[in-house]
């Protein structure tokens, strides 16, 4: 059973920086992609940030790009956030897609419903 399980979140002055953790277990990251998604209050969910593990790459939204990095360490997917704005106040979510095939962009809106398994979701706040 594949588990994710999402850390790090809190509250941040305008600026700063936090790091969000995403702890996998039961799920292997060959030919799959672990994306980075918030959804603030009234808002859609939307892809930030994402890696697939099949052709090691890496994918930033425009408007977090260069601000945001994804690291992996063992079975952990790192969210480092730089630079935080009042507009990244969100709910943050790490999601797996463990069916993925060639030519999949994982940020496009509509990919978000080949994600397949999903965190349970950390606040992450920013004030001016």
């Known amino acids: 059973q594949v588990q994710l399980v999402e850390s790090g979140g809190g509250s941040v002055q305008a600026g700063g920086s936090l790091r969000l953790s995403c702890a996998t277990s039961g799920y292997t990251f060959r030919n799959s992609c672990v994306g980075w998604f918030r959804q603030a209050q009234g808002k859609e969910r939307e892809g930030v940030a994402a890696?697939?593990?099949?052709?090691?790459v890496t994918y930033y939204a425009d408007s977090v790009k260069g601000r945001f990095t994804v690291s992996r360490d063992g079975d952990t997917v790192h969210l480092q956030m730089n630079s935080l704005k009042v507009v990244d106040t969100a709910m943050y979510y790490c999601?797996?897609?463990?069916?993925?095939?060639?030519?999949?962009?994982?940020?496009?809106?509509?990919?978000?419903?080949?994600?397949?398994?999903w965190g349970q979701g950390t606040q992450v706040t920013v004030s001016s």
């Open positions: 890696r697939c593990f099949g052709g090691g």
């Open positions: 999601a797996a897609a463990t069916r993925v095939v060639a030519g999949f962009r994982p940020l496009a809106p509509a990919a978000i419903a080949n994600f397949n398994y």
